[in-house]
T-cell receptor, first 114, second 112 residues
Framework: DGGITQSPKYLFRKEGQNVTLSCEQN?????MYWYRQDPGQGLRLIYY???????QKGDIAEGYSVSREKKESFPLTVTSAQKNPTAFYLC?????????????FGDGTRLSIL | GQQVMQIPQYQHVQEGEDFTTYCNSS?????IQWYKQRPGGHPVFLIQ?????EVKKQKRLTFQFGEAKKNSSLHITATQTTDVGTYFC????????????FGTGTRLTIIP
């Protein structure tokens, strides 16, 4: 089945540690996105990529980094500079022609501080 | 930056009652997309509204886009337990804007 796979489902980070969240899609979508969701809150955009080897900062990019070396993959690194990383992280992709196509989401990764 | 507010933040209804969530912006909305997120799940696309005054229906769900394109609403008739979740509106922004700006969401709980 086509879809978006995020791993791991749960992740724990120690102080001063960088962690990387995986996002893989087999939908052949060009655009991919990373969102952060805090309890009872909406989704805030961290980074997005419209094409391989290109990405742009979203609204809350500080303390995060991404890469887009392959069309299928858009990993997110939560660096030690992100002082409040505990949240639910969602990866999404968008395909088709035109910007008004819907976004498809993975099942998310819950990140907590140890 | 753009802010998209939704009201109410929470809504508890008896099963069979109707439910409405409102999406408001101080700036003109471009294209509105609605998503549903079940508890513990991920957002799932429901529908998109593009035109001023547009009304679309999906079974018991009715979506509206305001005439001035500054608000939108989702109305559910005769709620069922399967309607539980958080409903988000999201604005696509102007032409060429890749970013969705999500509303704050309305969490719906159903009392059986």
């Amino acid at each position: 089945d086509g879809g978006i796979t995020q791993s791991p489902k749960y992740l724990f980070r120690k102080e001063g540690q960088n962690v990387t969240l995986s996002c893989e899609q087999n939908l052949n979508h060009d655009a991919m996105y990373w969102y952060r969701q805090d309890p009872g809150q909406g989704l805030r955009l961290i980074y997005y990529s419209q094409i391989v080897n290109d990405f742009q900062k979203g609204d809350i990019a500080e303390g995060y980094s991404v890469s887009r070396e392959k069309k299928e993959s858009f990993p997110l690194t939560v660096t030690s500079a992100q002082k409040n990383p505990t949240a639910f992280y969602l990866c999404a992709s968008r395909g088709g022609q035109g910007f008004n196509q819907p976004q498809h989401f993975g099942d998310g990764t819950r990140l907590s501080i140890l | 930056g753009q802010q998209v507010m939704q009201i109410p933040q929470y809504q508890h209804v008896q099963e069979g009652e109707d439910f409405t969530t409102y999406c408001n912006s101080s700036t003109t909305l471009s294209n509105i997309q609605w998503y549903k997120q079940r508890p513990g799940g991920h957002p799932v696309f429901l529908i998109q509204l593009v035109k001023s005054g547009e009304v679309k229906k999906q079974k018991r769900l009715t979506f509206q886009f305001g005439e001035a394109k500054k608000n939108s609403s989702l109305h559910i008739t005769a709620t069922q337990t399967t309607d539980v979740g958080t409903y988000f509106c999201a604005d696509l922004g102007g032409f060429g804007n890749e970013k969705l700006t999500f509303g704050t969401g309305t969490r719906l709980t159903i009392i059986p």
